[in-house]
Protein backbone atom coordinates (compact mmCIF):
# COMPACT_ATOMS: atom_id res chain seq x y z
CA UNK A 1 0.00 0.00 0.00
CA UNK A 2 1.56 3.63 -0.87
CA UNK A 3 1.24 6.06 2.35
CA UNK A 4 2.45 9.31 2.57
CA UNK A 5 4.00 10.19 6.53
CA UNK A 6 4.38 13.82 7.30
CA UNK A 7 4.96 13.58 11.28
CA UNK A 8 5.27 17.60 12.39
CA UNK A 9 1.65 18.13 13.08
CA UNK A 10 2.57 22.18 13.19
CA UNK A 11 6.09 24.02 12.50
CA UNK A 12 7.00 27.41 13.91
CA UNK A 13 9.80 29.80 12.33
CA UNK A 14 11.65 33.04 12.38
CA UNK A 15 11.04 35.53 9.24
CA UNK A 16 14.22 35.15 6.86
CA UNK A 17 15.15 31.87 8.40
CA UNK A 18 15.37 27.99 7.24
CA UNK A 19 12.49 25.68 7.43
CA UNK A 20 12.56 21.48 6.73
CA UNK A 21 9.53 20.30 6.18
CA UNK A 22 9.64 16.12 6.95
CA UNK A 23 8.10 13.69 4.25
CA UNK A 24 8.56 9.68 4.49
CA UNK A 25 6.71 7.66 2.13
CA UNK A 26 6.44 4.26 1.24
CA UNK A 27 5.60 2.25 -1.99
CA UNK A 28 6.52 -1.11 -3.73
CA UNK A 29 6.77 0.74 -7.55
CA UNK A 30 9.81 1.43 -8.84
CA UNK A 31 8.31 4.45 -10.64
CA UNK A 32 6.89 7.64 -8.46
CA UNK A 33 6.88 10.99 -7.95
CA UNK A 34 6.77 13.18 -4.78
CA UNK A 35 4.91 16.63 -4.90
CA UNK A 36 5.06 19.33 -2.40
CA UNK A 37 1.71 21.82 -2.06
CA UNK A 38 1.10 24.82 -0.26
CA UNK A 39 -2.45 25.31 1.24
CA UNK A 40 -3.29 28.89 2.82
CA UNK A 41 -5.80 29.63 4.75
CA UNK A 42 -8.20 30.25 1.52
CA UNK A 43 -8.35 26.67 0.33
CA UNK A 44 -6.35 26.43 -2.62
CA UNK A 45 -3.78 23.88 -3.14
CA UNK A 46 -0.25 25.51 -4.76
CA UNK A 47 1.66 23.11 -6.19
CA UNK A 48 5.32 23.95 -5.19
CA UNK A 49 7.94 21.22 -6.28
CA UNK A 50 8.37 18.26 -8.02
CA UNK A 51 10.71 15.35 -7.92
CA UNK A 52 11.14 12.35 -9.90
CA UNK A 53 12.35 8.66 -8.33
CA UNK A 54 14.87 9.06 -10.98
CA UNK A 55 16.07 12.11 -10.86
CA UNK A 56 19.91 12.15 -9.72
CA UNK A 57 19.69 15.75 -8.46
CA UNK A 58 17.66 17.15 -5.35
CA UNK A 59 14.98 19.86 -7.50
CA UNK A 60 14.86 23.23 -6.79
CA UNK A 61 12.32 25.90 -7.56
CA UNK A 62 13.24 29.27 -6.23
CA UNK A 63 13.09 29.53 -2.29
CA UNK A 64 12.04 25.51 -2.19
CA UNK A 65 14.04 22.68 -2.45
CA UNK A 66 13.04 19.13 -1.96
CA UNK A 67 15.92 17.18 0.07
CA UNK A 68 15.41 13.45 -1.57
CA UNK A 69 17.20 10.24 0.46
CA UNK A 70 15.97 7.37 -1.75
CA UNK A 71 17.36 4.64 0.68
CA UNK A 72 15.71 6.56 3.90
CA UNK A 73 12.65 7.07 1.46
CA UNK A 74 11.86 10.60 2.66
CA UNK A 75 11.62 13.81 0.60
CA UNK A 76 11.70 16.58 2.80
CA UNK A 77 11.09 20.31 1.67
CA UNK A 78 12.86 22.74 2.68
CA UNK A 79 12.10 26.72 2.49
CA UNK A 80 14.74 29.39 2.63
CA UNK A 81 14.75 32.66 3.66
CA UNK A 82 11.07 32.22 5.01
CA UNK A 83 8.36 34.95 5.00
CA UNK A 84 4.88 35.85 6.43
CA UNK A 85 3.38 34.55 3.29
CA UNK A 86 4.59 31.25 3.94
CA UNK A 87 2.20 30.79 6.53
CA UNK A 88 0.21 27.35 5.49
CA UNK A 89 -0.79 24.31 5.44
CA UNK A 90 2.05 22.31 3.58
CA UNK A 91 0.62 18.70 2.05
CA UNK A 92 3.91 15.79 0.96
CA UNK A 93 2.16 13.78 -1.73
CA UNK A 94 3.29 11.15 -3.85
CA UNK A 95 1.85 9.29 -7.39
CA UNK A 96 2.38 5.59 -7.73
CA UNK A 97 0.99 2.39 -8.95
CA UNK A 98 -0.75 0.52 -6.26
CA UNK A 99 0.44 -3.05 -5.94
CA UNK A 100 -1.36 -4.93 -8.88
CA UNK A 101 -2.50 -2.02 -10.59
CA UNK A 102 -1.73 -0.30 -13.71
CA UNK A 103 -3.09 3.14 -12.89
CA UNK A 104 -1.14 5.84 -11.06
CA UNK A 105 -2.38 6.96 -8.12
CA UNK A 106 -1.87 10.21 -5.97
CA UNK A 107 -2.13 9.81 -2.16
CA UNK A 108 -1.07 12.94 0.51
CA UNK A 109 0.10 13.31 3.94
CA UNK A 110 -1.71 14.79 6.30
CA UNK A 111 0.01 17.95 6.16
CA UNK A 112 2.07 20.33 8.17
CA UNK A 113 1.31 23.56 9.57
CA UNK A 114 3.56 25.78 8.98
CA UNK A 115 3.35 29.52 11.15
CA UNK A 116 6.34 32.29 9.87
CA UNK A 117 7.09 34.70 12.97
CA UNK A 118 7.51 38.05 12.46
CA UNK B 1 -5.43 33.25 -17.64
CA UNK B 2 -5.41 29.77 -17.86
CA UNK B 3 -6.76 28.51 -14.46
CA UNK B 4 -9.71 26.17 -12.67
CA UNK B 5 -12.63 27.85 -11.48
CA UNK B 6 -14.68 26.16 -8.68
CA UNK B 7 -18.28 27.56 -8.13
CA UNK B 8 -20.02 28.07 -5.63
CA UNK B 9 -17.32 29.09 -2.88
CA UNK B 10 -19.91 28.15 -0.54
CA UNK B 11 -22.98 26.19 -0.84
CA UNK B 12 -25.35 25.11 1.97
CA UNK B 13 -27.76 21.75 1.70
CA UNK B 14 -30.45 20.60 3.43
CA UNK B 15 -30.08 16.85 4.34
CA UNK B 16 -32.05 14.54 1.44
CA UNK B 17 -31.04 17.27 -1.14
CA UNK B 18 -28.65 16.72 -4.28
CA UNK B 19 -26.34 19.25 -5.08
CA UNK B 20 -24.03 19.44 -7.70
CA UNK B 21 -20.25 21.44 -7.63
CA UNK B 22 -18.92 22.92 -10.54
CA UNK B 23 -15.62 22.55 -11.81
CA UNK B 24 -14.63 23.99 -14.85
CA UNK B 25 -10.93 24.37 -16.57
CA UNK B 26 -9.12 26.45 -19.46
CA UNK B 27 -6.15 24.87 -19.73
CA UNK B 28 -6.85 21.95 -22.25
CA UNK B 29 -5.83 19.40 -19.62
CA UNK B 30 -7.36 15.72 -20.73
CA UNK B 31 -7.28 14.94 -16.77
CA UNK B 32 -9.35 15.88 -14.25
CA UNK B 33 -9.95 15.10 -10.37
CA UNK B 34 -12.33 15.48 -7.38
CA UNK B 35 -11.32 15.40 -4.05
CA UNK B 36 -12.77 15.26 -0.29
CA UNK B 37 -10.87 16.83 2.50
CA UNK B 38 -11.68 17.47 5.66
CA UNK B 39 -9.97 18.73 9.08
CA UNK B 40 -6.90 17.81 9.55
CA UNK B 41 -6.87 15.32 6.77
CA UNK B 42 -5.48 15.05 3.65
CA UNK B 43 -7.09 15.11 0.27
CA UNK B 44 -9.23 11.56 -0.57
CA UNK B 45 -9.80 11.11 -4.35
CA UNK B 46 -13.77 10.82 -4.84
CA UNK B 47 -13.85 10.30 -8.92
CA UNK B 48 -11.75 11.24 -11.80
CA UNK B 49 -11.54 11.14 -15.67
CA UNK B 50 -8.62 10.49 -17.85
CA UNK B 51 -10.82 11.38 -21.00
CA UNK B 52 -14.10 12.66 -21.95
CA UNK B 53 -16.89 10.14 -21.98
CA UNK B 54 -14.89 8.20 -19.20
CA UNK B 55 -14.34 8.28 -15.45
CA UNK B 56 -13.66 5.99 -12.41
CA UNK B 57 -14.19 5.74 -8.84
CA UNK B 58 -11.38 6.98 -6.42
CA UNK B 59 -11.20 5.89 -3.03
CA UNK B 60 -14.81 6.89 -1.69
CA UNK B 61 -16.97 7.11 -4.31
CA UNK B 62 -20.22 6.00 -2.37
CA UNK B 63 -22.58 8.84 -2.39
CA UNK B 64 -21.30 10.81 -5.23
CA UNK B 65 -21.77 10.76 -9.08
CA UNK B 66 -20.24 12.75 -12.24
CA UNK B 67 -20.34 13.19 -15.63
CA UNK B 68 -17.94 14.44 -18.25
CA UNK B 69 -19.61 15.59 -21.21
CA UNK B 70 -17.06 18.22 -22.30
CA UNK B 71 -13.29 18.47 -21.80
CA UNK B 72 -13.52 21.46 -19.98
CA UNK B 73 -15.94 20.40 -17.69
CA UNK B 74 -16.13 18.17 -14.52
CA UNK B 75 -19.20 18.49 -12.06
CA UNK B 76 -19.65 16.60 -8.96
CA UNK B 77 -23.09 15.55 -7.71
CA UNK B 78 -23.37 14.62 -4.00
CA UNK B 79 -26.57 12.66 -3.49
CA UNK B 80 -28.77 12.06 -0.22
CA UNK B 81 -26.70 8.88 -0.56
CA UNK B 82 -23.84 10.56 1.16
CA UNK B 83 -23.97 10.15 4.71
CA UNK B 84 -21.18 12.96 5.84
CA UNK B 85 -21.03 15.21 2.95
CA UNK B 86 -19.93 18.09 4.81
CA UNK B 87 -16.22 18.39 3.85
CA UNK B 88 -14.29 21.28 1.93
CA UNK B 89 -14.00 19.53 -2.12
CA UNK B 90 -11.25 20.32 -4.30
CA UNK B 91 -11.40 20.03 -8.12
CA UNK B 92 -8.07 19.68 -9.87
CA UNK B 93 -6.94 18.85 -13.64
CA UNK B 94 -3.52 17.39 -15.31
CA UNK B 95 -2.60 17.03 -18.54
CA UNK B 96 -2.77 13.35 -18.63
CA UNK B 97 0.69 11.98 -18.49
CA UNK B 98 1.11 7.81 -18.05
CA UNK B 99 3.64 7.96 -15.92
CA UNK B 100 4.41 9.30 -12.27
CA UNK B 101 5.32 13.03 -13.89
CA UNK B 102 1.99 13.81 -14.16
CA UNK B 103 1.28 17.13 -11.83
CA UNK B 104 -2.06 18.16 -11.10
CA UNK B 105 -3.15 21.78 -10.73
CA UNK B 106 -6.52 22.81 -7.87
CA UNK B 107 -9.28 25.42 -8.44
CA UNK B 108 -10.22 26.96 -5.46
CA UNK B 109 -12.39 24.47 -3.78
CA UNK B 110 -16.16 24.79 -2.85
CA UNK B 111 -17.36 24.16 1.02
CA UNK B 112 -20.29 22.34 1.61
CA UNK B 113 -22.10 22.60 4.75
CA UNK B 114 -25.19 20.24 5.24
CA UNK B 115 -27.50 21.98 7.55
Known amino acids: AQKITQTQPGMFVQEKEAVTLDCTYDTSDPSYGLFWYKQPSSGEMIFLIY??????QNATEGRYSLNFQKARKSANLVISASQLGDSAMYFCAMRARGSGGSNYKLTFGKGTLLTVNP | DGGITQSPKYLFRKEGQNVTLSCEQN?????MYWYRQDPGQGLRLIYY???????QKGDIAEGYSVSREKKESFPLTVTSAQKNPTAFYLC??????????????FGPGTRLTVL
Open chain 2, 92 to 105: ASSIGLAGEADTQY
Open chain 1, 51 to 56: QGSYDQ
Open chain 2, 49 to 55: SQIVNDF
Open chain 2, 27 to 31: LNHDA
